[in-house]
């Protein structure tokens, strides 16, 4: 029902900064929850941050909040990641997702909707 497509990964030394975009289609985002999961090889799949339709809010992991943004342009449908300070231990794919609910959830088995990912590789 929603199409979900990432671009802005690459590569970056430590230090560096990144802006993740995510563009939906098909179906507004404006009463969907956002968030971004990345997973990086040997390791499982983990949230990094979101956005609550409902309350507006934003959520982070520990290991990012300070460094990492989210963000959304609902007139562009579109959700962002800006990501500042990054670590080596950023390095992942990193996945955006929508959930159509009435509940804000971390847990990536809640979300209906995922992209197709973005390689992100920090350098030290």
């Known amino acids: 029902q929603v199409q979900l497509v990432e671009s802005g990964g690459g590569l970056v030394q430590a230090g560096g900064s990144l802006r993740l975009s995510c563009a939906a289609s098909g179906r507004t985002i404006s009463n969907s929850h956002m968030a971004w999961f990345r997973q990086a090889p040997g390791k499982e799949r983990e949230f990094v941050a979101g956005?609550?339709?409902?309350?507006?809010?934003?959520y982070y992991a520990d290991s990012v909040k300070g460094r990492f943004t989210i963000s959304r342009d609902n007139a562009k449908n579109t959700v962002y990641l800006q990501m500042n300070s990054l670590k080596p231990e950023d390095t992942a794919v990193y996945h955006c997702?929508?959930?159509?609910?009435?509940?804000?959830?971390?847990?990536?088995?809640?979300?209906?909707?995922w992209g197709q990912g973005t390689q992100v590789t920090v350098s030290s």
């Open positions: 956005t609550s339709w409902r309350s507006g809010s934003s």
């Open positions: 997702a929508a959930r159509y609910g009435s509940t804000w959830s971390t847990t990536s088995t809640a979300y209906d909707y």
